[in-house]
């Protein structure tokens, strides 16, 4: 048997969860703000919670039936989250040639130090300038290299872009809010990378985001995000396998 578990009771599963330690953000939202899904099968032998691009699996894997149901519940998965990799076994034989494994590297905001952010932030090369993004700003990003925030954070909007004349060149963002943990996105468009505009932008960032008492949380999806974490002062805790969905 499979619940799918209203908000007022979706506190009293989150100890189900409390082994995931990567993208944290969306799934406190899952559970403690009532958003997405959250499935538990009787006795919370195995659970599923699910938002947006993220499904995160817990528990026992051995009722493959009741587990197969369980995903075929899902509002379009793209990404799936585990602590066991028994869970990654379930994920190939239920979706086989839709998926692909994906290694990441999750950071550590704790070693940031706003003195050396500071510097970083102020290395704006000749011909470029520096912006807070706010609502009117949004419409000059395009989309297909710079996706819109679902929300704004704090004071500056939605993050922070490098311009150059009026033309959006790179940002760093909020990918995702929630308390006070921000998952930090960045991108440079194609044009204008390695010049150390993703740097200044994110590094202004990173300043706000700490001056107001946020947490960043960086996880790097290739090396080149995982090379500009560690420039910006991040400490690696290391890589993790995701399982993708190749149709997305």
């Known amino acids: 048997m499979l619940s799918s578990i209203p908000f007022n009771e979706r506190e009293n599963f989150i100890s189900l969860f409390q082994s995931h330690r990567h993208m944290r953000s969306t799934l406190n939202r899952i559970l403690k703000y009532g958003m997405g899904d959250l499935f538990v099968s009787e006795k919370a032998a195995f659970a599923i919670a699910s938002l947006d691009s993220c499904t995160y699996l817990t528990g026992s894997t051995a009722n493959l039936k009741i587990i197969s149901s369980a995903l075929t519940k899902l509002k379009n998965p793209y990404r799936f989250l585990f602590s066991d990799d028994l869970w990654k076994e379930v994920l190939l034989n239920h979706y086989r040639d839709k998926v692909t494994v994906q290694v990441r590297e999750a950071f550590s905001s704790a070693p940031l130090n706003i003195e050396k952010l500071q510097k970083l932030s102020q290395q704006v090369p000749l011909g470029f300038h520096l912006l807070p993004i706010h609502k009117s700003l949004t419409a000059q990003c395009d989309p297909q290299f710079f996706p819109i925030p679902k929300s704004s954070l704090g004071s500056f909007g939605y993050g922070f872009a490098v311009l150059k004349g009026v033309r959006v060149v790179s940002v760093a963002t909020p990918a995702d809010i929630c ?47 995982a090379s500009l974490a560690k420039k910006l002062g991040f400490r690696s805790q290391g890589k993790y396998k995701v399982i993708n969905l190749a149709t997305r």
């Open 179 to 225: 308390d006070d943990l921000v998952e930090v996105q960045v991108n440079a468009h194609p044009e204008f990378r390695r010049q150390g505009l993703a740097t200044v932008a994110a590094a202004t960032f990173l300043i706000h985001c700490l001056k107001n008492g946020y947490t960043p949380d960086w996880d790097a999806k290739d090396e080149i995000s």
